[in-house]
Structure formats: C-alpha cells, structure tokens
C-alpha cells in the first residue's frame, strides 16, 4: 500500500476522540520544561543594549565602563558578526543587523550591544554603562510617509524589485502582481462598482512566554541551543549562519512553548546567548527578553493600506476586482504582502482580477507571522466593500457570498486552482446556524446592536516533516517527531498514527528530540503540522506494518504475501489460527531479528485549502463609544477534525485574537516614531472579561490530499473578525470606519460628526 493510492478512510476508532493530551500531565503539575526552566552549571546571564530612538546614524558605541565592571565576563557588538557572513549573502546581512544594529538604528528597542555577567542584575548594570551616541534622523512610520518623495531613506543601500526592475533609493522593497483576465473589460460590464481604501496599525501576537534562549558553546566548538521556538531546525540552521558554524556544529534541544502564534518563527537573542558564551570561556549563557523588549524588538503582524475596487453585475456576479496593499516591513524587508495578495480575493471566483502588493521598510520592529500571515488585513477591507455591496444592491449577505464562492475547479489569480474545498458547505452552515436565524437584539435608549458576517481564507502549509516509530516490547509505540508543538501536534500526530495501526492514541508514546536525533523537520506553522507530519506520520507508520507483517512471517515460517493486518492484528489469510496482535507480535520480535522501528520523511506541497466564516452581534453604547461583543459564532471547515477538542480551542482562541485586532490592539506610535503602549497594561488585549463563549461550529470537508481528510485548523479563525466586527459596527452605527482598531474614540468621533 503506498499512501498517494490509500482510499480516503471514513470510518474512525481513534480520529475524532478526545484523548487525555499527551502531554497534559506534565502541563498542570508545572513538571513541563520551558525555556526559562533551562538550568546548566555555571551559567551565567545576558542582557541586550537597546535603542532608545527610532531612527538614526550610530555615531559611537562605548563599551569600556561595561568591560570593567566587575563580574562582566564579555561584551558584544555588531562586529563580533561582521566576520561571519562570508558569502556576503544579503539577506544574511540584514539579518545580522536586525540582531545587533550595524551602522544605524531603525526602530526603538534595535539591539545595539549584549553583556554577559554572573547574573542578571549585574548584567542589566553593565548595559546601562554602555554609552551609544547617536545622530537622530526623521522617522518613517507607516507606509505612507515611506512613500513619500522626499521620504528618508532607511536602508540606502537597498535595492527595491519593483516588478522585476531594480530600483535604488527607496522604501518599496518589492512589489508582485497577480493578474487574471482583463479588469477592464470586466469593469465595463459592471451595474455596480465600490471603491474604498482601509488602514490597519501594526499588532502583536502577544504571546504569554517572551522570547528565551540558553547557549553553550563549547570547547570543541559545538554549540547547544534551548530556545523558545517554532523551529528548532530554523533555529539551528539560522544561528549557525550568525556565528559563523557549520550547521552539523550546532544542536538545539527542543523546550516548550508558551505561544507563539507565528511570532517565534524568528530568531533574536540565541545568536547573542551563542557568540557571549564563546567570548566568556565557553560558559553557558541565558538571556530571557522583558515585555517592553517584547513588544518593542520582536516581530509584530504589518498594518499598511489596503485599497479595494469591487464590480457587479444586477444579477450579483462579481466582474472585477482590484486590490492594492502595501504592507509594513519593519526596519527590513520581508512583510506578509505576498500571502496577502494570494488570499485577498480567494473566496471568490472573480474572472477579472488585478492584485498588487508592496513591501515597505518603515521605521518599527521587523514583522513576523502572526495566524493566517497578510490575509485578516485583506480581509478586513475586501470582505466590507462586499457588505457594502450586497447593501447598496439589498442582496441577501450569504446569498450573495454563495452565488459567488470558489468551488473545485476555480482558479486564483496567483494561478492555482482549486481542488475539493468546502467553502460552500461552510456557507451553507452559516446560513442555517442559530446565530444567523436569530432575532438581533433591538435598540435601546444609549444602546444600538448589529450584525456582521465576513469570510477569510488560507492555504494551508506543507514542506519538510521526519517521523520515527519504534515498536517497544510491551506493545507500546514511541513516536520521535520533528516539529515543534505549538499546538497540539504531538496528540494529533499520535492519533493520526494510532488510527492507521489500530491501537489506541495512549499506546503511541510522542516525543519532540534534539536536532542531532531526528530527520530535518520545517517550522511549525502555517497550519503544516498535522497534515505535512502526520502524513510523515502515516507512512512510517505503513513502513512499520510492512515490517511486522514480515517477522510474522518469519515467526510463523510462512510467506509474507499470505500475511495481512487490519485493526492492530497480524493474521494469516490461509491459516484462521495464526493471528498475532501487535502486542503479542512484541514480545516476540527478539526471535524475528530483533527490534522493529520505522522512519518517513517527506516534502509536501501544500496541502489543502481552509476556509472560515465569522458571525458578530455587538453592542455599541452611544455615549462611551464602547463596542461588545455580545455573541461571536466562528465556522471552519477543518477537512476532518482529529481531535475536536483541540480544534474548538484553536477556532475559538484564533476569533478572540481577531476580536482584539479589530476592537482595541494597535501599536500606538508618537510623533518621533516609538511605540507609546509597550506592556500589557496599555497594548489592550481581550479578556475573559471582555467576550461571549465563542461559538464554534465545524465544518468536514475531507482534503483530498490526506488519507484522513486533514486540513489545517490554526490559521483560519482569525481572519474574519476584524471584517465580521466592522460589518457589524456598520449595522449598528450606519457609518463604516475603514481603520483598526475600531476603538471607542473612533466611534465616537463618527457619531459625533452625524
């Protein structure tokens, strides 16, 4: 059996339970390792010199006072980096920078220098001895100032693709286009054409866990890493480039972690933590990032503009589309634009479409992933210009939505085209929900209530994913994987593995090893996991039942082509007496040649296609400009839900994320470009205070692509809240703001005005 001709499983044992988590013991006893737990003898502690302005030439950097101090063991600068880059690779570069600035700073907080000390406090010590003199420069905040003519440059040395033509001397990293039919032709034959542009601040994944890292780089030149991560091979092979180390030389063993949310998909401090270790006498350094750090130096989600022009026939096809976005990079490039520009206008079958996204460098920390990267901004402006729409022509919200939806066979204007999807079937629950079919509360004296609904997509993930098994003598089967578990992976992978051996998910024992023990294995994240690793899973699971299908032969001295296995049982088609579960099949494997184990490892496209509908009443008071969420239904179609507990945790945490993006989360700049609310008490996030119980309702379309069905489940959620909140604010005010966040004082200013 090869898995690309399995026939699609639809009866389970195992898929579709809830399971005590693997590692949930360990989680509520406080017996879970995290990155800060790390303890190793003589470890010492690092700190980081950060920029205390946004933009400006470095001038001098004096360390001397800090060297002297007693109990600092070393001092590192940029230079300790420059020599390491011997490709003279660009990218690597600018990284490099990012991690300690070179020549100028781009955003406060822009690591400057790092101290290593016996312990933390004389190391913070040491850091405010550090005297950095700068030349303070105009900064660039957000992408329209970037675009400016006259706009200061950030990186002058910076050479922008603008569509495939090189340009000097600017902020517009890049700029892609995706373009499908004649826009237009397609506008011509519109009864009805929207227009509107929409603004969103940049935001943070906010993330319990900051960031963390433990280096010991010894006297053979091997460097051990405990970090914080989504990728301990990202991590591994990313510092390596940093300190100038062969990959082989490095191993980074595997901690918790305390979210991440695409955020720790980067690396920060374990390139410091590795050259302070080397520079103090080969002890081991830890180095933990406070939450102003946090918030100040670590990737955020880009804000930008996003332009949306929509045309209509009367009898509610689409004949256009046009979407201009430019999105911030941070400091350096690399924004969420090109996933941005694939899913803006994905949920729709448009046969004219134009796309162009841009990335733009601007004066604030470089942005990371964060769930569903580039696609909740596009969102946000592509699914209100629709409300306004379907308003404007007085067409039913999902109707308009149905008549209008990608189905198999509908390509996007990147040029892929869609297989089985279950965009409709998720349609068509939101239609017949309670929440839709229900009555909206009715006005009252300082109170006015709304509805909004809004769609959003993500293409799911695939890459590089390794899976051991090995078949213990109780039974019992170890699973080695190596992705790291950033949401559930190690339960759902184990089950996906259970399900094909025919034993229950607590007989699959899961473990997440070190990067010296286990195949190469890419970054958890953009829902890759349970689809690209469980498939690695499933097949080193069939490996494994080859195997045992063989030593039964051997053990019964019968030919291996008269052996088949169903169900965790090994039996013989030609002899009813012969039959062997695994367990039993264990105990005897010594006399069959000794242990049995099984590796897969795999490098998948990607691997499906998920879609989600949002569903807001809200409760807006009149006088405070207040807005409530007062009931939220989040739908997914999940191709098939391993383990639906987790899958309702994932849907409902990613709606309350959108929720905060939409309603409260921005980074609040001043007029000399630095971020105003750095801590949790200023940057407002939702609580259990602030929501309804979120709703949840799962939608199975099987994925084609996985003998289970999977599609991914993280990414999803969180795109359509921020236009299922501003929907319904619509309906609830009369007016539409096309800016995040929505806040009181938005509102207020928009009932003020009339």
Request: aromatic residues 8%.
């Amino acid at each position: 059996m090869t898995l690309k001709n399995y026939k699609q499983k639809k009866d389970f044992n195992v898929i579709g339970t809830n399971p005590i988590r693997h590692d949930g013991y360990d989680k509520v006893t406080g017996r879970a390792i995290y990155g800060a737990d790390v303890k190793l003898p003589n470890l010492i502690w690092g700190e980081v010199v950060r920029s205390t302005i946004a933009h400006g030439k470095i001038k001098s950097i004096d360390v001397s006072e800090a060297e002297k101090m007693e109990g600092v063991f070393a001092v590192i600068t940029h230079k300790d980096f420059e020599k390491n880059n011997k490709d003279n690779n660009v990218n690597l570069a600018r990284d490099m920078q990012n991690i300690l600035a070179k020549d100028k700073v781009l955003y406060k907080g822009h690591a400057i220098a790092a101290v290593s000390a016996r312990d933390r406090n004389t190391a913070k010590e040491a850091c405010n001895l550090i005297k950095v003199e700068y030349e303070e420069l105009q900064p660039v905040s957000n992408v329209s100032e970037a675009i400016e003519t006259n706009a200061p440059i950030l990186i002058e040395d910076l050479v922008g693709d603008h569509l495939g033509k090189s340009v000097n001397k600017t902020n517009i990293a890049k700029q892609i286009r995706h373009q499908l039919g004649d826009t237009n032709e397609g506008f011509k034959h519109s009864d009805l054409i929207i227009e509107k542009e929409f603004n969103l601040q940049m935001v943070h994944q906010g993330y319990i866990e900051p960031h963390n890292a433990t280096a010991h780089w010894d006297e053979n030149d091997h460097l051990s890493l405990w970090s914080s991560t989504q990728g301990s091979f990202a991590v591994r092979d990313l510092t390596a480039g940093f300190v100038g180390l062969n990959e082989s030389q490095v191993t980074t063993y595997p901690v918790e972690i305390g979210g991440g949310f695409g955020g720790k998909t980067k690396v920060y401090l374990p390139p410091l933590a590795a050259l302070l270790s080397k520079k103090s006498g080969f002890r081991p350094v830890k180095m933990i990032m406070d939450r102003v750090s946090v918030f100040l130096a670590s990737g955020p989600a880009p804000g930008g503009k996003v332009k949306v022009k929509l045309g209509v026939t009367k009898e509610g096809k689409f004949t256009a589309g046009i979407v201009d976005l430019k999105f911030e990079a941070g400091a350096f490039p690399g924004s969420s634009m090109a996933a941005g520009a694939t899913c803006c206008l994905a949920c729709y079958n448009i046969p004219n479409v134009l796309i162009d996204a841009f990335d733009v460098v601007v004066n604030k920390p470089k942005t990371a992933a964060y769930r569903a990267p580039g696609s909740p901004q596009v969102s946000f402006a592509v699914e209100s210009v629709i409300d306004d729409i379907c308003e404007k022509m007085d067409w039913d919200k999902i109707d308009f939505r149905l008549n209008n939806a990608s189905k198999e066979g509908t390509r996007r204007a990147d040029g892929v085209q869609f297989n089985k999807i279950g965009f409709i079937e998720t349609l068509e629950a939101a239609k017949s929900s309670d929440h839709w079919k229900s009555p909206l509360m009715k006005n009252n004296q300082n109170k006015v209530y709304g509805r909004g609904i809004a769609c959003g997509f993500w293409m799911n993930g695939g890459g590089k994913s390794t899976v051991d098994l090995m078949l213990h003598d109780d039974g019992n089967i170890a699973l080695n994987e190596g992705s790291a578990d950033i949401g559930g992976t190690r339960t759902s992978i184990a089950m996906q593995v259970a399900e094909m051996l025919g034993v229950s998910a607590e007989r699959i024992q899961p473990s997440i090893p070190n990067t010296d023990s286990i195949g190469f294995t890419g970054t958890t994240g953009g829902s890759r996991t349970t689809y690209a690793t469980g498939l690695a899973g499933l097949e080193a699971a069939d490996k494994l039942i080859t195997e045992m299908k063989k030593r039964a032969g051997i053990y019964w001295n019968i030919e291996e082509t008269d052996i088949k296995f169903s169900e965790g049982n090994i039996y013989s088609t030609k002899d009813p007496e012969l039959k062997l579960s695994i367990k039993e099949l264990a105990s005897v494997i010594g006399e069959t040649g000794g242990p049995i184990s099984s590796t897969s490892s795999v490098n998948l496209p990607g691997g499906g296609n998920g879609f989600g509908i949002g569903i807001s009443d809200i409760q807006i008071d009149t006088l405070t400009g207040k807005t409530d969420v007062v009931r939220y239904t989040a739908i997914q179609d999940v191709g098939k839900a391993i383990y639906p507990q987790y899958v309702e945790s994932q849907i409902a945490g990613g709606a309350v994320q959108g929720i905060g993006w939409a309603l409260n989360e921005e980074y609040y700049m001043n007029d000399k470009g630095i971020m105003t609310n750095s801590s949790f008490l200023d940057y407002r996030m939702p609580t259990s205070l602030d929501l309804p119980n979120i709703e949840v309702i799962i939608v199975e379309v099987p994925n084609p692509e996985h003998p289970y069905g999977v599609r991914g489940v993280g990414e999803v959620p969180i795109i359509p809240p921020l236009a299922t909140l501003a929907n319904a604010i619509k309906d609830a005010i009369g007016t539409r703001i096309y800016s995040t966040p929505m806040n009181p004082g938005k509102i207020l200013e928009v009932l003020s005005s009339g």
